[in-house]
């Protein structure tokens, strides 16, 4: 789901800001505390002048839930902005990574 709330969502839960079929999912696994490093991304990968003009590029950032109010806060912030977020309660830890992307795909 897109960032939510801790008791309700806070964006439609659907990927309806998605205005047409994308030809390239970029998909980025993060941190909730990664709001340093996702504007660079944005700027590296999710850059739309660095793709060839013809294809419709997508760029998701997949980030856990933080253990506090302020950083959900900066996150739901990051959202309005970008629209570019999805969080989920995740299993911590790199071994974790595939049960991880699994639980995103469902």
Not at 1 to 9: E, N, P
Not at 44 to 63: H, K, Q, Y
Request: contains cysteine; aromatic residues 12%.
């Amino acid at each position: 789901r897109l960032v939510s709330d801790w008791s309700s969502d806070v964006c439609s839960s659907d990927l309806s800001m998605i205005s047409e079929k994308p030809d390239v999912v970029v998909w980025i696994q993060g941190r909730a505390n990664g709001t340093a490093h996702r504007p660079i991304l944005r700027e590296l990968i999710a850059n739309e002048r660095l793709w060839p003009p013809d294809l419709n590029i997508l760029t998701l950032f997949f980030v856990g839930r933080p253990g506090n109010r302020s950083l959900q806060n900066l996150i739901e912030y990051e959202y309005q902005q970008y629209k570019d977020i999805v969080q989920n309660d995740y299993i911590g830890g790199y071994g974790y990574a595939q049960i991880n992307l699994y639980v995103d795909l469902i």
